[in-house]
């Protein structure tokens, strides 16, 4: 096993350039999932110290120089913040590993990779950015300049939060505006680091604030009321979002929105299942299943239901569950009690349902050392009710439901019934059909033969209660600034 940090962290919020003394002594623990150990003891920011931020974010918008500077200067800060990340990446890999039960590999290779790259590409998208010209006749020009917007807060969850906070961020920061993040309160550690990364960059203080604390009568709460806020955006579930668009309504705030998921993996008798398998088992199973893009929904052809069912479950049952410490782990634990609970409590909704289990369903065999984490085998079940509370509810779990079908247009009325419409994933080597079928299904993105590969220049968001407006490239861009219309008579 490789070596871990032991010692408890002293965690607080980072405001207008400095870790904030709080003014109670309101703190939360947070615990390593693998083990249960308590790893940081978290300063909860009161109503004042969430004030003092939004203030000092406002501050630092307005006097500048933020907004005001060259973007090629705004663009290179945010590339030195990048490459600071990359220098810290196992430390950050490590804190984010130990944080959220993920196998540190994932973290290392991938994660904070992603993160660095999230505020790299923004920087170099902005500065590529032309504008729009209209020119109308030979009497007047128009010309449009895109303006930050103001304080943004930004508030993420806890299954991949400095990858979700970056994505956030690289944007936010690119079009000229200040932010307040707000981490998870079962996650923070890595997001925590946010502020002295900015100001180790050059980023003037006030621009990037972080506070810690939970939802409702808390830091989320505050941060999406207080009138210096402008813009919200916010990743998490559903039934937040809703609350946040509420608080923020008295104000006009502008939001965006990525929630949750139930996307369909559609498995069709043409498919090249040496692909789908692994490919579905990763989509089922990657952070165990903590993941909004999780294809948790398996619908399968009935010709070929009974191979896929037994591919696929001896692919889940040579899965290692395990120390995300371990590099050869591929499932950490769930990250908390309360959310082991959620998820465990649909194996009896399951068993109520009349749902065949096909595979897992408990906690694996562990060494001594990891005795007190919440762990779950990969599970599957098979279901024929599509409308089963199982095949219609976010588990946000390792859990999977596998449906069959007989025709597509059964499969797309199985997919499509659902309230949530975040991606879809369609496996089948007729490229008709693979476009017929990403036309019809009501989600924001549509993988075919393969999953989880994203160009961040791509729109990214959900259809119906999956979200509100679109992440991404020049639409983020959009989100984060306002268009403003000159006309100059010539
Ligand atoms: P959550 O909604 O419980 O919490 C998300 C964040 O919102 C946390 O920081 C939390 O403290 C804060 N919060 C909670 N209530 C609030 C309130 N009333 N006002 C302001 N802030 C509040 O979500 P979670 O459990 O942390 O994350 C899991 C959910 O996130 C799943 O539904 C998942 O699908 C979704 N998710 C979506 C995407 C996406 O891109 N669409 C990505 C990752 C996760």
Not at 269 to 290: V, W, Y
Request: net charge negative.
């Amino acid at each position: 096993m490789e070596q871990v940090q032991t010692r408890v962290k002293e965690v607080k919020s980072f405001v207008d350039g400095e870790y904030l003394e709080s003014s109670t002594d309101a703190k939360f623990d947070v615990y390593n999932p693998a083990t249960q150990e308590i790893i940081a003891h978290v300063q909860e920011a009161k109503e004042e110290e969430v004030d003092r931020a939004c203030r000092a974010a406002r501050k630092a918008f307005e006097e500048g120089p933020w907004r005001t500077m060259p973007l090629s200067e705004r663009c290179q800060k945010l590339r030195r913040m990048a490459e600071i990340i990359l220098e810290r990446k196992e430390e950050l890999a490590r804190l984010e590993a130990m944080d959220v039960g993920k196998p540190y590999p994932v973290a290392l290779e991938k994660e904070i990779p992603r993160a660095a790259n999230n505020l790299k590409f923004f920087a170099d998208f902005m500065e590529k950015q032309g504008a729009e010209v209209y020119p109308m006749d030979e009497d007047y020009l128009n010309y449009t300049r895109y303006e930050p917007v103001g304080v943004a807060s930004l508030i993420t969850p806890w299954n991949l939060p400095f990858m979700l906070t970056t994505w956030k961020l690289g944007p936010c920061l690119a079009a000229g505006n200040t932010a307040v993040i707000k981490p998870a309160e079962v996650t923070p550690l890595t997001v925590s680091l946010l502020g002295e990364i900015a100001k180790e960059a050059g980023i003037p203080d006030g621009v990037v604030n972080v506070v810690h604390g939970f939802g409702p009568g808390s830091a989320g709460e505050y941060m999406t009321t207080h009138p210096d806020v402008d813009l919200i955006s916010f990743t998490g579930e559903t039934a937040t979002g809703k609350s946040i668009m509420k608080s923020g309504a008295d104000s006009l705030k502008k939001v965006s929105f990525e929630l949750g998921g139930k996307a369909a993996n559609i498995i069709f008798e043409d498919a090249n299942l040496d692909k789908a398998i692994p490919t579905s088992l990763q989509a089922a199973f990657m952070n165990s299943g903590q993941v909004c893009l999780a294809g948790s929904r398996i619908l399968v052809q009935r010709s070929i239901f009974d191979e896929f069912v037994e591919r696929f479950r001896e692919a889940a049952a040579s899965f290692k569950v395990g120390d995300p410490q371990d590099s050869g782990t591929n499932m950490g634990p769930l990250v908390s009690k309360e959310h082991y609970e959620k998820v465990t409590s649909y194996l009896k909704v399951a068993e109520e349902e009349g749902a065949t289990l096909v595979h897992g369903g408990k906690r694996p065999e562990l060494p001594e050392h990891l005795k007190n984490g919440y762990y779950l085998e990969p599970t599957i079940y098979i279901q024929e009710d599509p409308k089963a509370r199982i095949s219609q509810e976010e588990i946000f779990g390792p859990v999977v439901t596998l449906i069959p079908f007989e025709t597509e247009e059964e499969a797309l009325e199985i997919a499509n019934d659902t309230d949530y419409g975040l991606n879809g994933v369609v496996w089948t080597d007729n490229l008709q059909r693979a476009h017929r079928v990403s036309h019809h299904v009501r989600a924001g993105t549509i993988w075919v033969n393969c999953w989880f590969v994203r160009d961040l220049r791509a729109p990214f968001g959900g259809f119906n209660q999956s979200g509100v407006g679109r992440e991404g490239g020049h639409h983020s861009m959009e989100f984060f600034t306002e268009a403003k219309n000159i006309c100059i008579a010539l």
